[in-house]
């Protein structure tokens, strides 16, 4: 027998999501953008260096775009994450640079500078996605947005309760910090469109695997149910 949810309150954005409608709360609900960054949607980055077809990232672009428009339009809370280390790689363990065989390890020099190193034009956000002043933007060393940061302080000051994702990749950094915030008690909602995977195979799957058994790790919508169920926008004075 399936068991009936109570009814959303009056004050919430009903999004038509899976396994069951996400209750969004305006204003309280923190748009997070995980590692759109150069050195994996361009040529030439880290993602290329993996050997990664770089080019199936770039369709998580334009709906990562009206997602941070519609957000932006609100006034609601954006943050931006970037996969990066410091300039001496102290941040970033042997275990880490040493796994696979790339081309080019982290730190090494390509034709966006030092891969995944702060300061270096390959970390930056593709400029489509670029952060506008006031923004939080997280420098994070790990595959989890919330390890060896600032964010859950920083999202306690900006009053987020819930987080919505896009980003990249969708198996490995969004997937992690989606299940980072679970832990952390943030309902967690992935816009299926603005997330992308260098295996496509991946994103279906860590998709089911998200809403699998009721939601153990958040909820799934398609783009276009998310931004319906948003309020209009008030008038400007």
């Known amino acids: ?120 034009p390959g970390c930056e956000i593709v400029p489509a996605l670029a952060p506008l002043s006031g923004e939080l933007v997280i420098d994070k060393p790990g595959k989890g947005a919330f390890h060896g940061t600032p964010l859950a302080a920083e999202l306690q000051r900006l009053g987020a309760a ?17 299940r980072e915030a679970n832990d952390r008690g943030y309902d967690a909602l992935l816009v299926e469109e603005a997330t992308a995977s260098y295996f496509p195979e991946f994103k279906a799957a860590t998709i089911e695997m998200i809403v699998a058994q009721g939601g153990i790790v958040g909820w799934a919508a398609p783009l276009d149910a998310v931004l319906s169920a948003l309020p209009p926008l008030e008038p400007r004075e």
């Open 162 to 178: 819930q987080l919505v994702f896009a980003g990249v990749t969708t198996e490995v950094c969004v997937q992690t910090t989606m």
């Open 1 to 120: 027998m399936t068991t009936a949810r109570p009814s959303p309150p009056a004050d919430v954005a009903t999004v038509r999501a899976r396994p069951f409608d996400f209750a969004l709360q305006p204003g309280r609900a923190a748009l997070v953008l995980i590692d759109m960054q150069r050195d994996f949607i361009e040529p030439g980055g880290f993602g290329a260096a993996l050997g990664n077809d770089v080019r199936l990232l770039e369709a998580a672009i334009a709906p990562a775009r009206a997602l941070l428009d519609a957000w932006r339009a609100r006034g609601w809370p954006v943050v931006h994450t970037r996969e990066s280390h410091a300039p001496d790689l102290s941040d970033c363990p042997p275990a880490k640079r040493g796994r696979g065989t790339p081309m080019l390890r982290i730190g090494d020099a390509g034709p966006m500078g030092r891969l995944l190193v702060r300061g270096e």
